[in-house]
């Protein structure tokens, strides 16, 4: 007898240990199967789950950017950008 992973929790853990790369390679084999035969329910909420982590990862990714950003003003001062 086999074990679904995605049925029986251990997906939850197999996400949590991909690197980036392995996220987005996944994404793509999933984009391409809905393009071609379609996803199973549990294919579509890994796909949900896989394009959240990577969203929140750009999201991270550019804020830890913007927060490390300097702007030289015209006068010559520097300043760092500040959220709003």
Avoid: W
């Avoid at 984009?31 to 379609?38: D, I, N, Q």
């Avoid at 896989?50 to 804020?63: A, E």
């Amino acid at each position: 007898m086999s074990i679904n992973p995605l049925a029986s929790g251990l997906f939850e853990c197999m996400i949590i240990n991909m690197t980036m790369d392995e996220t987005i390679k996944r994404i793509n084999e999933l984009a391409h199967k809905a393009k071609t035969e379609g996803l199973t329910p549990e294919e579509t909420r890994e796909r949900e789950k896989l394009r959240n982590i990577y969203r929140q990862s750009v999201i991270g990714n550019l804020k830890a950017q913007l927060d490390n950003t300097s702007v030289k003003e015209q006068d010559g001062t520097i300043r760092k950008l500040k959220r709003d």
